[in-house]
């Protein structure tokens, strides 16, 4: 079958716009020595997962040649976990004291293979439930999401400008 000019130009565009296209590699270092994860290795892999693809989803913002390498070392989710005698699973309380969300990072965004920025950094949001939270109460990780974006704002946007 023969492709018509149009169909074969619109596959040529989105062909190199994704080859083009900015990424980002999250590794975990020693997950397991982490200060505040689900006990379950269900939930925490779940954690894991959503804050991968939470890392994935700001990285469409960087511009093409651009790759982000993150490796986290230590997080500790807003709130506490708590134990409950009649369930199978635990309770995470949010009293909203010492309870923030942190994270401990390295990373290094480089464009097209040259480094223009690394650091290693600790995120807090002590304030989490006194801001406005763009991220649904029913997401489990809002906090945290709400502290990665400030982050990547400041330390990686914020890179573009002084790079350019």
Do not use: C
């Not at 062909?15 to 999250?26: C, I």
């Not at 006990?39 to 779940?46: A, I, M, N, T």
């Amino acid at each position: 079958m023969r492709l018509q000019p149009r169909t074969w130009l619109a596959a040529a565009l989105l062909a190199a716009a994704g080859a083009a296209s900015a990424g980002v590699t999250v590794n975990y270092e020693k997950p397991d020595e982490f200060i505040d994860m689900p006990r379950s290795l269900h939930e925490r892999d779940q954690v894991l997962r959503e804050m991968t693809r939470h890392f994935d989803k700001l990285a469409k913002d960087l511009p093409p040649g651009q790759e982000l390498k993150i490796t986290v070392t230590d997080i500790d989710l807003a709130g506490r976990e708590e134990p409950r005698r009649w369930a199978m699973d635990d309770i995470r309380i949010m009293r909203g004291g010492a309870d923030w969300p942190t994270l401990k990072l390295s990373y290094t965004l480089e464009e097209n293979g040259r480094v223009i920025r690394m650091d290693t950094e600790g995120l807090k949001n002590m304030m989490y439930q006194q801001r406005i939270n763009r991220y649904s109460s029913g997401d489990a990780l809002r906090y945290e999401k709400q502290m990665i974006d400030d982050w990547f704002q400041k330390s990686v946007m914020g890179a573009q400008v002084s790079q350019r």
